[in-house]
């Protein structure tokens, strides 16, 4: 028994010695790791030096290659052009926060054009609110201009309006509107007194300063950052309009040795670029634009972890080249800034969306619903992505709709014909509140463009005030009646 006990116990033993020379041996012959390589010029028995990162220190993010140049995208439609190039009051300026002494004091309103508004009983939730209404009526409002056509001071009362908030493209007014609570600021564009282009957008001290003192709020940073170059009917001269003009300026001041053109063409004299040019251009303001957007994100955030930080206003809400170009530099460079909410534009018969000169006004709106929805769905494929850009639940704002063919130059070809008040009113204003209010849209908020604006050669058709000889701010009709009239719902309408 003793014998058979150490016969089993000996085979035991010689089971372990077998499987501990196993594991020597392929602890020789495994190859060496890259990590603890023999370097060269390194001995046998020096330190060697690992290549191992550590979790603690992430690689920093490569930069990705300059995407392939694609066609350059133009606007040379002269009426379109002339539009565009001619929004009121936006278009142009050197610094759209410029501080100015306007307020939002109660102005005279004809009792005859809408009903009276008691201000007294008039309140507004902060936008962090989990209150709103399925979505937020607002709109953009018109500062005074200083020389004529006049838009007297103060500017028109938005309180008649009934909206939920309402923004002017800027944020350095004095006093501040944030003082009223509908009032949402913005930084309109990316350029600094350090850029030494001649404008300021962003003063970090003022942003501290509001943020601080307002905190909670939504922010809105940038209006039309991807604005395409626009030949101008009169001088054949191409250029970038909106933001992107300021973003360009920026790129071509921080590489003067590659003589980036902002204008080209026409009486300019400076020739059309070569399409390399000015796809690596393109590519640098969108990078820029990411950059910047860090910047003010982190600059309002520092002083007011509650604030929402929403981006761009973009033009294009059917071209999103740039807006992915935009979204990849902050995914790769700035991967802890998240994107609070989502800012578009969307106008019929402009470039701006599918809906080109081809629909009649009756048709239009099946145009720029799809547009909207698609665009709304390629939105939360993005907020699916495990490294999305986007705050979790980042919604979707429409910051410009409205009606922007002026009465500009006469088109070379025939067209639809310009839409009446009455069809802007029927087939551009009410399909889209009949749409939000049926909460399904997937927008949270909508402004109309622009309450007012005295230019000869504008129509009244995306006017919400007039102005009368007297200088009393009036309604339009039907246009400011309408939209003042709507209230947006407050629950699912089969709840």
């Avoid at 016969?7 to 033993?13: D, F, K, L, S, Y």
């Avoid at 012959?29 to 001995?43: W, Y």
């Avoid at 501290?208 to 054949?236: C, M, S």
């Avoid at 992505?385 to 025939?414: C, H, I, K, M, Q």
Wanted: aromatic share 10%.
């Amino acid at each position: 028994m003793d014998d058979h006990r150490n016969n089993r116990r000996g085979a035991a033993i010689l089971l372990l010695i077998a499987a501990f020379s196993l594991l020597l041996t392929f602890a020789f012959l495994a190859p060496r790791p890259d990590a603890v390589a023999m370097q060269v010029g390194q001995t046998v028995g020096s330190t060697p030096s690992l290549t191992v990162i550590s979790p603690l220190q992430p690689p920093t993010a490569t930069r990705r290659p300059t995407s392939t140049p694609q066609p350059l995208i133009l606007i040379t439609d002269p009426t379109e052009a002339w539009v565009l190039i001619n929004r009121p009051g936006f278009s142009g300026r050197s610094d759209a926060g410029t501080d100015a002494t306007t307020t939002s004091a109660a102005t005279h309103v004809s009792n005859t054009l809408v009903r009276s508004v008691n201000s007294s009983l008039q309140y507004y939730l902060p936008l962090v609110n989990t209150h709103w209404p399925l979505w937020a009526k607002g709109a953009g409002k018109h500062r005074p201009n200083a020389t004529p056509p006049l838009i007297p001071t103060p500017g028109p009362d938005v309180s008649p309006l009934n909206l939920n908030w309402y923004y002017d493209w800027g944020y350095k007014v004095s006093p501040s509107p944030l003082e009223t609570r509908s009032f949402v600021p913005m930084v309109w564009c990316a350029a600094k007194t350090s850029d030494g282009v001649g404008a300021n957008h962003i003063d970090a001290a003022k942003l501290q300063q509001l943020a601080a003192a307002y905190p909670g709020r939504v922010w809105l940073v940038f209006n039309e950052p991807d604005h395409p170059a626009t030949k101008h009917p009169a001088t054949e001269v191409r250029s970038y309009g909106q933001c992107a003009e300021w973003l360009c300026k920026i790129v071509r001041q921080q590489n003067p040795q590659a003589q980036y053109p902002c204008a080209w063409g026409g009486n300019s004299g400076t020739p059309t670029p070569n399409p390399t040019v000015q796809a690596t251009l393109e590519a640098k303001m969108a990078e820029l634009a990411a950059d910047r957007f860090a910047e003010v994100s982190d600059i309002l955030k520092t002083v007011d972890p509650t604030a929402r930080v929403f981006c761009c206003g973009n033009f294009f809400d059917h071209n999103t080249d740039w807006w992915e170009d935009f979204k990849e530099q902050l995914r790769t460079q700035h991967s802890g800034v998240k994107i609070d909410g989502v800012a578009i534009h969307a106008y019929p018969w402009t470039s701006s969306t599918n809906c080109h000169l081809q629909y009649l006004p009756e048709d239009v709106w099946g145009c720029l619903e799809n547009d909207m929805e698609t665009y709304a769905a390629s939105h939360s494929a993005e907020l699916a992505r495990e490294d999305s850009v986007l705050a979790p639940g980042a919604p979707l704002w429409v910051t410009e709709y409205g009606y922007l063919n002026y009465n500009g130059p006469p088109r070379p070809f025939p067209t639809p014909g310009t839409p009446t008040v009455d069809e802007i009113v029927e087939y551009v204003m009410m399909p889209l509140v009949n749409w939000l209010q049926t909460g399904q849209s997937g927008y949270q908020a909508v402004a109309w463009y622009v309450t007012i604006d005295q230019v000869a050669s504008t129509p009244e058709e995306t006017n919400l005030f007039y102005v009368t000889p007297s200088g009393i701010y009036s309604l339009t009709m039907p246009v400011g009646t309408t939209w003042a009239a709507v209230v947006p719902v407050t629950a699912m309408p089969d709840q």
